[in-house]
């Protein structure tokens, strides 16, 4: 270990830490990733953690309570590169799929009654750069092992990593897939950000979108294609919503709004 070894941070709040587990899942590579740089906290992979300066805050999960908040900006004051891995941290993930509908307090009511909750405030889900400055986002539910890998390993050597910008319907092409929107199955894929290899479509199974929305998204194309296919409009915005977050929030509200007027 050399002074000069990038101090590293991994942090989890609202979701399944299967994010986390993904980079522990790493096996043989964790080992060179771990004498590649200095851990200084991850609570799932070692006991002996500590808090100060990080050269990367590698952060998942949403964000849905104050406590969670407050660390959230801590981690952000003390690390030079904040990135939110996983679709939670990137967009709010399943959490927020309701994002912005106005309605969080019913059902928060629902599911807690009037119960008086002493731990922490909660609120609505929300992605990390709802609240701090992000610097980079690792899609994915979870995280792909190969794209995590590459990124961390481009950060060590202090090179800015790539990652695809193209929506799994490239990655569909690439691999000669049938198009199962063809077959008239719901395919989240036209709006969903690439990375994952495409890896439903390739079993004949449709995207349900868990890497997020696509730099390029187009949701009116594919809402009323899905609709001449069809199927439910409610049905279509859900199926939207379900892993868009906040990424697809006010193009939905424009959807609904335009088909409450008809």
Not at 67 to 78: F, G, N, P, V
Not at 247 to 257: A, C, I, Q, R, T
Request: overall charge positive.
């Amino acid at each position: 270990m050399t002074k000069s070894s990038p101090k590293i941070g991994v942090y989890g709040f609202t979701g399944c830490a299967g994010d986390q587990l993904m980079i522990l899942n790493c096996e043989d590579q964790i080992v060179d990733l771990f004498g590649a740089t200095e851990i200084r906290s991850f609570v799932m992979a070692k006991s002996d953690n500590h808090e100060g300066e990080l050269d990367v805050a590698l952060v998942e999960g949403s964000i849905s309570t104050e406590e969670q908040l407050k660390h959230l900006k801590e981690i952000r004051e003390r690390s030079k590169i904040l990135i939110a891995i996983g679709t939670c941290a990137c967009w709010g993930g399943p959490q927020a799929m309701k994002l912005g509908d106005g309605k969080y307090e019913d059902r928060y009511k629902k599911v807690y009654g009037n119960a008086k909750i002493t731990i922490s405030k909660a609120f609505e889900a929300q992605p990390l750069d709802a609240f701090v400055k992000v610097d980079m986002k690792i899609p994915g539910c979870p995280i792909d092992k190969q794209e995590f890998l590459k990124s961390v390993s481009k950060l060590v050597a202090g090179k800015h990593p790539y990652l695809l910008k193209s929506p799994v319907c490239l990655e569909c092409k690439w691999k000669e897939n049938r198009c199962i929107l063809l077959d008239g199955k719901f395919c989240a894929g036209p709006l969903t950000k690439g990375g994952c290899g495409a890896v439903c479509p390739s079993h004949n199974l449709p995207c349900v979108g868990c890497w997020g929305p696509t730099d390029d998204l187009n949701v009116s194309a594919e809402y009323n294609l899905l609709k001449e296919k069809g199927y439910d409009p409610e049905e279509i915005i859900t199926k939207i919503r379900k892993f868009g977050g906040s990424g697809v929030v006010e193009l939905v509200k424009d959807l609904e709004k335009k088909g409450a007027k008809k």
